[in-house]
């Protein structure tokens, strides 16, 4: 093999590894992906299991009163009927083609079909204990917040992850607007909401808020996913929070009524947005430097630069999560972080001010760096799976090129060495002749 033959070959190598890398790179991505179909036929079949019992029972409620009934006839009160759980056992788990869905699939049990179609989403949403719903956020699926949130008799709490590959998991959620409608359909029930509000807060504020707070008006639903870096709530970045849809009900239907209900034209509506004079404030964070390293004061301050006392400053973990908290007072709060990057923000505060952008802290050994969220960069960032996906297509290009240029190079040596073969032959046979 020659020089030429072997550069081709370590290059056909080195494109192959990429490509095997950017694999398993997408391993996860592509186990959500798998995750989700499966979820989508099980919804599927719950929403058809529901609609054709409630078919059935209308059907035979109607024959029923179209018959004139005959004096002193005992009727069984099981026939004409289809239970309404056909297909599903012992409300937890979920019968399709012949095959139960064990806690492997979702620990808790599916409470209601959540269905958005401006964003063309439609997922289970599961209900259960704590474990049961961190299991299944765990496995890309949506889920209430508690047990005691009860759809039709309290407020409405749902949580789903933020992935970054399009349409998968809450990723389009940030496309929702107020005014668009979504349902949650529970049995053979329908639940009609419409967008409200839109709001993005930070974590363990929000859900004390929103979620957790069970004297929330019972005909709101607020729907959890956390922010990214390039999404933008009236004009402020949504990162480290948690972006939240707020709907409203505008009745409940059964799935005859609904049907007529989306056959009407759609009723004219306008949207009043309140404008309030707030209080603008920042977030000032000084650093100093002693012999046992670098520390931080931190403090809110207003547009006259006075301390706005009795709010709640927060340090948020990469995560979002809270870690401590204080009440500001009249002066700064000194602060030694280990390293890592943490968020400083406002967590709490009087209604008459305006949330100021929290602080990305980065803290090395050698170097605290301190960056306001959201003016970091003006760039949407490529997306991993984006990256993975340009990685994937580039291996793939290079490692076919240098096929084809390593088959063509194996081809032109084999030939040569025939041509030099006979060369060869072809001179041996002259000697020969010769003597």
């Known amino acids: 093999m020659n020089k030429r033959s072997k550069v081709y070959l370590l290059l056909t190598a080195a494109s192959a590894v990429m490509l095997a890398a950017s694999f398993l790179l997408s391993l996860e991505t592509l186990k959500g ?4 179909r499966q979820e989508a036929a099980v919804i599927e079949e719950y929403l058809k299991n529901y609609s054709a019992s409630v078919r059935e029972n209308e059907t035979a409620s109607s024959e029923v009163s179209s018959k004139e009934e005959p004096e002193e006839t005992v009727c069984d009160e099981t026939e004409g009927t289809t239970p309404v ?15 139960t869905y064990t806690p492997d699939f979702a620990k808790g049990t599916l409470d209601s079909v959540l269905e958005i179609p401006c964003i063309s989403l439609k997922r289970g949403v599961y209900t259960g204990s704590r474990a049961e719903i961190e299991y299944d956020l765990s496995i890309w699926l949506t889920t209430v917040s508690s047990p005691e949130i009860k759809l039709g008799e309290t407020h409405y709490a749902i949580y789903g992850h933020n992935h970054l590959v399009q349409d998968l998991s809450f990723n389009r959620l940030k496309d929702v607007r107020i005014g668009d409608r979504f349902t949650l359909t529970k049995e053979d029930r329908i639940y009609a909401y419409r967008v409200t509000d839109i709001l993005a807060d930070w974590r363990n504020s929000g859900r004390k808020k929103y979620a957790t707070n069970m004297n929330q008006d019972p005909s709101l639903c607020f729907i959890f996913t ?30 005859a009524e609904w049907q007529d209900k989306e056959n009407m034209p759609p009723e004219p509506e306008t949207v009043t947005f309140i404008a309030r004079n707030l209080v603008k404030t920042r977030l000032e964070i000084q650093t100093e430097s002693d012999a046992q390293g670098m520390i931080l004061k931190v403090a809110q301050m207003d547009e006259n630069d006075r301390f706005v006392q009795g709010s709640v400053l927060s340090i948020l973990d990469s995560d979002g999560i809270e870690v401590i908290s204080w009440v500001q007072e009249n002066g700064y709060k000194e602060l030694r972080l280990p390293e890592g990057t943490w968020v400083i923000a406002v967590t709490e505060q009087d209604d008459k001010y305006e949330e100021p952008p929290g602080k990305e802290v980065t803290v090395t050994s050698s170097l605290t760096k301190v960056i306001t969220i959201g003016e970091e960069t003006e760039e949407k960032p490529v997306s991993n799976s984006e990256g993975l996906l340009l990685i994937a297509i580039l291996s793939a290009v290079l490692t076919a090129v240098f096929l ?10 084999k030939h040569s060495n025939n041509l030099s073969d006979s060369d060869q032959t072809g001179e041996d046979y002259t000697n020969i002749l010769r003597r």
């Not at 759980?85 to 095959?99: H, P």
């Not at 009236?234 to 707020?246: E, H, L, P, W």
């Not at 084809?404 to 190079?409: A, N, P, R």
């Open 33 to 36: 992906i798998r995750r989700q």
């Open 85 to 99: 759980s056909s297909g599903i056992v012992d409300d937890r788990y979920y019968s399709r083609d012949g095959v």
């Open 226 to 255: 956390c922010g990214r870096d390039h999404w933008l709530l009236n004009g402020q970045s949504t990162r480290y929070k948690d972006y939240i849809v707020v709907g409203t009900l505008q009745g409940v239907y059964s799935a």
């Open 404 to 413: 084809t240029l390593f088959t063509v190079s194996l081809w032109k040596h």
